[in-house]
C-alpha cells in the first residue's frame, strides 16, 4: 500500500479504493519495479491503457450532452483541449497526485515526478483503477469535480470558438446581423485594453474586455450565448 | 423512420432501439439533410463522435481482460487493428447497415454507399445510438457478437504477434529455450507450403503451416499459447 495515498483519496474525493493492488499499480513507474525484483510488483501502463479510453469517453459524453449544438468538429477540438498531457498533468498535479508516484532512483534523480508525460500517465492509470475497482460513475463524480467546472472557469476558452456558437444559435430561426463594436481602447501599449460589445440586430447582448480585440470580442460572444439562452 | 432497419436491428441482434429519432440521425448523412431543408433532419456527425469512443473504450476493456499478460503498447497495436476504418467497415457491411444509410442523390451517384469512410462513420453513429438509448451494456452484446469473435478466427493475427508473446509467456517463471524448426516444404513455387514446429526446452507444443515460414511460425506459437494456458 502506498502511504498517504488511501487517505488524501478519502479526504478530498470521498473515494475509497478497494482493491488496493490496483491503486498500487496505478501509481508505480517500472522503473520502480525494476529496482525491486521481488517484490512481484506491476507497473501502471496497462491500467494507464484502460484509464485513457474511460476519459475519452466520459469527456465525450459530458461535452456531446452539454453543448447539444456544437458540431462534431468542434466537439473533437474541444475534447483535444481538454483531453491532453499538459491538462491532465495539471490536474495530476492539483490532485496532489504527485507525491504518491513510486519511481526508481534514477528517474527520481531525473525528476520524472515533475514530468507532465508522467504525470498525466498517472492521471489516467488512477481513472483505470477507480473504474476497474467502482465501474464508471464514479468516474463522472471525479470529473465534475476536477475537470468539468473548467468549462465554467473558461479553461478551455482559447479552444472554444464562442463568436462561432454565436453565429449557430443566433441563426437558427432564420438569419440575423452579428456586429462586434469597438468601445473603448486605453492602457500603455505594452498592456493594451479593448472593450467590445456585441451587437444582434442592433441589440446589445454582451461586452467584452481584453488584451486584443479578438480575446474581447470572444468574450462579449459568450456573454452573449449566455443571454441567448436564458430566454429560450 | 428508415424503413427495415427496425426490422433488420431486431431479427438479427434482437436489438430494439426506443428513440427512433436518433436512429434515424445515426443514419443520415448531411447531404441527405441539405436535400430536405424543411423536414429539420439532423446527421449523424454528432453521434459518430461519441460512438467512437464508447467502441474505443469497448474494445480497450475487453482486450484488457482477455489478454491480462500483454503490455501496453500491444493492446495499443491491437485495438489499432480492431478499431479503425477497414475493419469498421467491414463490419457495418457485415451487418446489412449500408442499404439504410439516407443520402443526398449526388453523394449517392458517388457511390458513397460502398465508402470505406462512411460506412465506418455510421458503424460508429449507429453505437452511438445504441449507447444514447441503452447505455453501455447492448453495445458490449454487440459487440460480442460481431467483433471480439473475430479475434478467435485470427481476423486480427497480422498485428498480434504470437512469437512476442509465447516469449513472454514461457518465459514468466525463468528462462527456457524456444526454437522453431522447419518440418516440410513442398508445392509449386508459386504456392509454397510451410509446416514449422515450435518447441520449448525440447518438448513440441505447437505445429503451423502457411504460406511462408513466418506465417507457420506464428500460427505454430498460437497452439503452443493455447497449452501453455490450458496447463495453469
Same mark, same amino acid.
Given at each position: 500500500?502506498?502511504?498517504?495515498l488511501?487517505?488524501l483519496?478519502k479526504?478530498? +474525493?470521498?473515494?475509497?479504493i478497494?482493491?488496493?493492488d $490496483? $491503486?498500487?499499480e496505478?501509481?508505480?513507474?517500472a522503473s *520502480?519495479?525494476?529496482?525491486h525484483?521481488n517484490q512481484n510488483l506491476?507497473?501502471?501502463e496497462r491500467?494507464e491503457?484502460?484509464?485513457?479510453a474511460?476519459?475519452q469517453?466520459?469527456v465525450?459524453e #459530458?461535452? *456531446?450532452?452539454?453543448y447539444p449544438?456544437?458540431?462534431?468538429?468542434?466537439l473533437?477540438?474541444?475534447r483535444?483541449?481538454m483531453?491532453?498531457e499538459?491538462?491532465?498533468?495539471?490536474?495530476?498535479?492539483?490532485?496532489g497526485f504527485?507525491? #504518491?508516484?513510486r519511481?526508481?532512483?534514477?528517474?527520481?534523480k531525473?525528476?520524472a515526478?515533475?514530468?507532465?508525460? $508522467?504525470?498525466?500517465d498517472?492521471?489516467?492509470?488512477f481513472?483505470?483503477?477507480? *473504474?476497474?475497482? %467502482?465501474?464508471?460513475e464514479p468516474?463522472?463524480a +471525479?470529473?465534475n469535480?476536477?475537470?468539468?467546472?473548467?468549462?465554467?472557469?473558461?479553461?478551455?476558452?482559447?479552444?472554444?470558438?464562442?463568436?462561432t456558437e454565436?453565429q449557430?444559435?443566433?441563426q %437558427?430561426?432564420g438569419p440575423v446581423t452579428?456586429? #462586434?463594436k469597438?468601445?473603448?481602447?486605453?492602457g500603455?501599449d505594452?498592456?493594451?485594453?479593448?472593450?467590445v460589445?456585441?451587437?444582434?440586430?442592433?441589440?446589445r447582448l454582451g461586452v467584452?474586455?481584453?488584451h486584443?480585440?479578438?480575446?474581447?470580442?470572444?468574450?462579449?460572444?459568450k456573454m452573449?450565448?449566455?443571454?441567448?439562452?436564458?430566454?429560450?
Amino acid at each position: 500500500m502506498i502511504k498517504g495515498l488511501p487517505e488524501l483519496l478519502k479526504k478530498r +474525493f470521498n473515494i475509497v479504493i478497494k482493491n488496493q493492488d $490496483l $491503486l498500487d499499480e496505478a501509481f508505480t513507474q517500472a522503473s *520502480y519495479v525494476n529496482e525491486h525484483p521481488n517484490q512481484n510488483l506491476k507497473f501502471y501502463e496497462r491500467i494507464e491503457f484502460l484509464g485513457d479510453a474511460v476519459m475519452q469517453l466520459v469527456v465525450s459524453e #459530458y461535452i *456531446y450532452r452539454r453543448y447539444p449544438r456544437l458540431p462534431q468538429g468542434r466537439l473533437t477540438r474541444l475534447r483535444a483541449a481538454m483531453v491532453n498531457e499538459e491538462s491532465f498533468a495539471s490536474f495530476a498535479r492539483e490532485c496532489g497526485f504527485d507525491r #504518491y508516484i513510486r519511481l526508481g532512483r534514477g528517474e527520481e534523480k531525473a525528476h520524472a515526478r515533475e514530468r507532465d508525460s $508522467l504525470l498525466c500517465d498517472i492521471f489516467e492509470s488512477f481513472i483505470g483503477a477507480l *473504474y476497474l475497482d %467502482q465501474g464508471v460513475e464514479p468516474v463522472v463524480a +471525479f470529473a465534475n469535480q476536477i475537470i468539468f467546472p473548467k468549462l465554467d472557469e473558461g479553461r478551455f476558452d482559447e479552444f472554444f470558438d464562442h463568436k462561432t456558437e454565436l453565429q449557430e444559435v443566433a441563426q %437558427q430561426n432564420g438569419p440575423v446581423t452579428i456586429e #462586434y463594436k469597438l468601445v473603448s481602447e486605453d492602457g500603455p501599449d505594452n498592456d493594451r485594453a479593448f472593450k467590445v460589445a456585441v451587437l444582434i440586430d442592433g441589440t446589445r447582448l454582451g461586452v467584452g474586455e481584453g488584451h486584443s480585440k479578438k480575446h474581447a470580442e470572444q468574450v462579449a460572444a459568450k456573454m452573449a450565448l449566455t443571454a441567448l439562452k436564458a430566454q429560450k
